[in-house]
């Protein structure tokens, strides 16, 4: 017959911790939903639904409540030892993020030089579509969302042909949302881009 009385707090605490141990480090780079669901699966069998729900959820709190880096499958591939963001306390700091596109590493609009580094004729508008979308997948691989960004740091490689291109794409993205924004020209990117963003979000 089952057992329908509520756990312990400490028993709850337990299954927590066993939970992260057996699985954390592991998916702990595939975003809050998957996180919820793969502890409540593994501890919904065992211990019945109502338990796995319960721990499913702090233990998805837990291990997207910490301090410190995150990395989601979802995003595209650096180019450097970074993660995606790093999570210090109630602020979520995004690395610089580009254009590419996590699947292919192409970048949409083109490249902004050829192999032989001679310019070539892209799209600032297809770039900067993807590296915003970009960043709305990290977030919300971490359980955050566009809606949550506070600061924007813009690089652009050519302000003069760009800026125009790039502020109206920006404007669909963050013209009601209204975060804090600077628009730097550089000299060069990392790889053949013309944008990239670097974001600060709230938890």
Do not use: C, W
Not at 123 to 130: K, L, M, N, R
């Amino acid at each position: 017959m089952p057992n329908d009385k509520h756990p312990e707090p400490e028993e709850e605490d337990s299954i927590v911790e066993e939970i992260y141990d057996e699985i954390g480090e592991s998916v702990i780079g595939k975003g809050a939903e998957v996180l919820g669901a793969a502890a409540g699966l593994v501890v919904g069998g065992p211990l019945g639904a109502l338990i796995g729900g319960v721990a499913g959820k702090r233990a998805a709190s837990k291990l997207l409540g910490d301090d410190g880096p995150f990395i989601t499958e979802e995003g595209p591939s650096a180019v450097g030892a970074y993660p995606h963001l790093y999570k210090a306390g109630k602020l979520l700091f995004l690395s610089g993020m580009g254009p590419r596109t996590p699947d292919t590493n192409e970048i949409p609009g083109g490249p902004v030089r050829d192999a032989d580094g001679n310019p070539l004729d892209y799209d600032i508008q297809a770039q900067t579509h993807s590296v915003i979308n970009n960043v709305r997948v990290i977030l919300e691989a971490h359980g955050s969302s566009l809606e949550d960004v506070v600061d924007v740091l813009v690089f652009l490689v050519d302000m003069e042909r760009d800026f125009p291109g790039y502020n109206e794409v920006y404007s669909h993205y963050f013209a009601d949302i209204l975060p804090a924004r600077t628009t730097v020209a550089v000299e060069a990117l990392p790889t053949s881009i013309a944008i990239e963003l670097k974001v600060i979000a709230k938890a």
